[in-house]
T-cell receptor
Framework: GAGVSQTPSNKVTEKGKYVELRCDPISGHTALYWYRQSLGQGPEFLIYFQGTGAADDSGLPNDRFFAVRPEGSVSTLKIQRTERGDSAVYLC????????????FGQGTRLTVV | GEDVEQSLFLSVREGDSSVINCTYTDSSSTYLYWYKQEPGAGLQLLTYIFSNMDMKQDQRLTVLLNKKDKHLSLRIADTQTGDSAIYFCAATRSGNTPLVFGKGTRLSVIA
């Protein structure tokens, strides 16, 4: 595709439910990043994939958060037992080689937990 | 870890210059970036500078880096209404480590 695509663009879920957020990176980009942006804050790093493997998952806040990229392309961020504090915009970025200067961000998924 | 601080708001008149400031704490940060975020749009990389430089100019954008004070600034010349957005400063230790962002500066341009 032309850019990084994230679906859905908006998601409202009830507290305690499970959600999946999808990221379609730019074709051929081997590196993929997830960030979380809470209201009034800058994006915060969650996890970084190089190919199929998570090269750095140090930003995942707790074990309710998990992400996969089974074929080295599409990635899914999974959140179990959602809490109101999980409400944020979840941003995905992809990069051809893993350098930030070549990374492109998607428009994000706005998650609201009620 | 790294901490990046920015002032939250800036208001300028159209045609004036805007200067957005940022400070960071990790002296090992070697890459410093400026991103622009407009409503409904993804984060857009505007420019970046390596820590071995003290200035970089790209059309209307000038980045100044004071490594001793760990201070970064972004100057936008001849600011236009289309420059209204949130500007984020970010820092990393290397070119492929995760970005650490500030909270963003909301720039309002008054016509």
């Amino acid at each position: 595709g032309a850019g990084v695509s994230q679906t859905p663009s908006n998601k409202v879920t009830e507290k305690g439910k499970y959600v999946e957020l999808r990221c379609d990176p730019i074709s051929g980009h081997t590196a993929l990043y997830w960030y979380r942006q809470s209201l009034g804050q800058g994006p915060e790093f969650l996890i970084y994939f190089q190919g199929t493997g998570a090269a750095d998952d140090s930003g995942l806040p707790n074990d309710r958060f998990f992400a996969v990229r089974p074929e080295g392309s599409v990635s899914t961020l999974k959140i179990q037992r959602t809490e109101r504090g999980d409400s944020a915009v979840y941003l995905c970025a992809s990069s051809l080689s893993g350098t930030n200067t070549e990374a492109f961000f998607g428009q994000g998924t706005r998650l609201t937990v009620v | 870890g790294e901490d990046v601080e920015q002032s939250l708001f800036l208001s300028v008149r159209e045609g004036d210059s805007s200067v957005i400031n940022c400070t960071y704490t990790d002296s090992s940060s070697t890459y410093l970036y400026w991103y622009k975020q407009e409503p409904g749009a993804g984060l857009q990389l505007l420019t970046y500078i390596f820590s071995n430089m003290d200035m970089k100019q790209d059309q209307r954008l000038t980045v100044l880096l004071n490594k001793k004070d760990k201070h970064l600034s972004l100057r936008i010349a001849d600011t236009q209404t289309g420059d209204s957005a949130i500007y984020f400063c970010a820092a990393t230790r290397s070119g492929n480590t995760p970005l650490v962002f500030g909270k963003g500066t909301r720039l309002s341009v008054i016509a």
